[in-house]
């Protein structure tokens, strides 16, 4: 159903959930076949640089005390970016006219502004893995023979130690309340934090989002959501019937704006 974690045990991950509900025919090719990648989109780099040099940012300021200098979280940005787009041995396509430079000048200016706007609290962790066990709610059986699996971005907490999780995201619009309403990576992060015995309250986890606006005129905004034990029942409902469809090899494909960028899009063209 999922994939082994260092050979020991099988394990499923928000990816793998929201590859599978935007096509498992996708889901068929990244995570049972493992099919080589026909390009990269630069988007994907360009997130992965940006990702790193933050999470240098928290680990630095976690060991240190105090957070690095700007120009320390733009060269590993910069290094990635090179790295990831400029040395690939996959084509890595671009849209919307953006260009190696265009994405470096934009990545410069967006965590210019991170450095700018960001408070941290107090760092309990950074890149820290998670696995929490799935109950079973269709035979009732205990729990499914699979962990959900991933990894925080980051914890903190503050002086009273309440604990919250946190996670960098760069967008080209603004969240709008329905989709912070239902975003699925919040409550899988909770759900796993809540296991965790790391929950914000009794009832319910918060989940920020800092998200850089990768618009004209860039932007840092902060989104709090929290999620309880409602949403983790709809999840652990999800995960099963998602779960159990993969057992019984359900792969068919989901045409929409998503085939534009896909890593498969010429063999699944093909393979009619």
């Known amino acids: 159903m999922g994939t082994k974690l260092n050979n020991k045990e099988l394990h499923f991950s928000y990816s793998q959930l929201r590859t599978y509900l935007m096509c498992p025919q996708k889901y068929k090719y990244q ?14 780099a360009f997130g992965k ?15 240190s005390g105090k957070a690095p200098e700007p120009s320390e979280t733009l060269r590993i940005f910069e290094d990635i970016l090179v790295d990831e787009i400029l040395n690939s041995e996959i084509d890595v396509t671009f849209k ?42 269709i035979t009732h059986s205990g729990f499914l023979p699979i962990k959900l699996y991933g990894v925080f971005d980051l914890i903190e907490a503050d002086n009273h ?5 946190c996670e960098l995201k760069t967008s080209s619009r ?10 699925l990576q919040a409550t899988v992060y909770s759900f796993a934090m809540k296991q965790m015995g790391y929950a914000t309250t009794e009832n319910s986890t918060l989940v920020r989002y800092d998200v850089l606006i990768k618009q ?17 029942q709809r999840l652990i409902q999800l995960l ?10 359900i792969f068919y494909r989901q045409a929409g704006w998503q085939c534009g960028n ?6 699944c063209l093909n393979d009619l």
């Open 31 to 44: 995570y049972v076949i493992g099919a080589e990648w026909e390009k990269k989109p630069a988007a994907l």
């Open 49 to 63: 640089a940006v990702h790193k040099a933050v999470e240098n940012y928290y680990k630095h300021l976690m060991t």
């Open 96 to 137: 919307n006219g953006d260009s190696f430079d265009t994405l470096q000048k934009l990545g410069v200016r967006l965590l210019e502004v991170f450095h700018e706007e960001i408070r941290p609290q107090r760092v309990i962790g950074v890149e820290i893995p998670f696995s929490a066990k799935i109950p079973d709610v």
């Open 161 to 165: 130690n309440t604990y919250l999780i």
């Open 174 to 183: 603004r969240y709008s309340s329905a989709q912070l309403e239902h975003d």
């Open 216 to 232: 004209k005129k860039v932007g840092f905004e902060r989104y709090f959501v929290t999620r309880n034990k409602s949403d983790h």
């Open 240 to 249: 099963n019937h998602v779960l159990r469809a993969i057992e019984h090899r």
């Open 262 to 267: 896909c890593q498969f899009q010429k063999r």
